[in-house]
């Protein structure tokens, strides 16, 4: 088994792309290549082959110490997809991919502010993975299985810990809650990532929160087009189809994620007419320049993403060589305003530390108010009166 998996994992370096194209390769070549390829192809392989330790990384990527101490010391699970593997730069230790997924021993380090639960979110928990935090809608924790897990994820307390599913039992216990809530109309569901459960699965929960009349839309967090591509397949929107309206909201940091089998999962989705929105979390050294934010967001838009929430990076444990300033988002969001399309321009949030949720935060365009009027200031600093009505 273990050789087996280091012949195939030669295939995420960049002779993979180079193989099925290399008319030099003999006949039984070509056809092992083809079947690799196949596989390659599928997400079931993908999963099973995930790199998980520091042996099997460090035969494809230089690591630096910062990396290896990371590797050997982080309580965070490590784990990333051949897939994901093979769009980092192999030479680059500040490549934007291998930063978010790789650890370094920065991650060992907790400052004091930091936390376990950063949005106290086990205080807002009715039922076991069921968070009910705002009134008219809840947030299901189907399983803490993520296809590669990303180094400042808020739920680490959660996320990879067992690589477990919500069992039936507490789903019906959950679904039981929801259903004594007739209030609830919108039920989000997370991890971990959903899309790492089976199609079987899937449906089945989805099946049963559909049966529930008084909900109205169901919304998919996932990270899976950027480091699981291939489980993007028109067998599974047929099936999502099914339960629709369902909203699909994709956990996307850099233009690099937006490779071509990533795009290709994204147009997938959107010719299956689900309604796509994005979430990106600020990471300093990662995506903290105007250029590579306002770029994500076009490159987003042209991909039929609508660009929704922007989050100031949480205070979970062992992130603080990942925060930037709150300052850096309001800014990002002045240069937007005015100088680029509106439906470019997400909500930044901060998701508050003790569960107040997310609160929006907006560069200030009001100079003044009194009863008689209102001054404010457009995009390019022209200050306007508007009068009030009298
Ligand atoms: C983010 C979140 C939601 C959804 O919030 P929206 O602003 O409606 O997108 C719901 N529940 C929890 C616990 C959340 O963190
Ligand atoms: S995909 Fe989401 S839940 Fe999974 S590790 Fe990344 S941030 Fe955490």
Redesign the pocket.
């Known amino acids: 088994m273990k050789s087996e998996n280091r012949t195939e994992h030669k295939l995420t370096d960049n002779n993979y792309n180079s193989a099925s194209t290399n008319s030099n390769i003999s006949y039984v070549q070509q056809e092992k290549y083809k079947f690799l390829e196949y596989q390659y192809s599928d997400w079931h392989w993908q999963l099973r082959n995930k790199i998980k330790n520091l042996e099997h990384l460090s035969k494809h990527l230089n690591l630096t110490t910062e990396e290896q101490r990371g590797i050997v010391h982080t309580k965070f699970k490590f784990s990333i997809t051949p897939y994901l593997l093979s769009i980092m730069d192999k030479e680059n230790e500040n490549c934007p991919i291998r930063k978010q997924f790789i650890p370094t021993i920065d991650e060992i380090k907790v400052t004091p502010e930091e936390m376990l639960d950063p949005c106290a979110e086990d205080e807002n928990m009715p039922t076991t993975g069921l968070i009910h935090r705002y009134p008219d809608r809840v947030l299901l924790i189907l399983t803490?299985h993520?296809?590669?897990?990303?180094?400042?994820?808020?739920?680490?307390r959660l996320?990879?810990q067992q690589e477990h599913t919500m069992s039936t039992g507490e789903f019906f216990l959950a679904l039981d809650y929801i259903k004594k809530h007739p209030q609830i109309r919108d039920v989000l569901l997370?991890?971990?990532?959903p899309l790492t459960l089976s199609d079987e699965k899937l449906e089945f929960y989805l099946k049963n929160i559909r049966k529930i009349n008084h909900i109205e839309i169901i919304r998919i967090?996932?990270?899976i087009p950027v480091?699981l591509p291939q489980r993007i397949t028109p067998k599974l929107c047929n099936m999502l189809k099914k339960y629709n309206p369902l909203f699909i909201n994709l956990?996307i940091n850099h233009p690099k994620e937006l490779a071509t089998q990533t795009k290709s999962a994204c147009n997938l989705l959107a010719d299956a007419g689900f309604p796509l929105g994005s979430q990106t979390?600020l990471l300093k050294g990662i995506n903290d320049k105007q250029n590579i934010l306002t770029s994500l967001f076009h490159e987003m838009l042209k991909l039929r993403i609508r660009p929704y929430y922007l989050y100031q990076c949480d205070i979970a444990k062992g992130t603080s060589h990942f925060r930037t300033h709150v300052s850096f988002g309001l800014k990002v969001i002045e240069n937007l305003r005015g100088f680029t399309s509106g439906i470019a321009i997400p909500t930044f949030v901060i998701d508050t530390p003790g569960g107040g949720g997310k609160i929006p935060l907006s560069p200030d365009y009001v100079i003044s108010k009194s009863r008689n009027s209102i001054i404010v200031k457009n995009y390019e600093q022209k200050v306007f009166v508007y009068p009030e009505i009298k």
């Open positions: 803490d993520c296809a590669s897990y990303c180094r400042f994820c808020t739920r680490k996320v990879g997370s991890g971990g990532d967090g996932t990270r480091s956990h979390v």
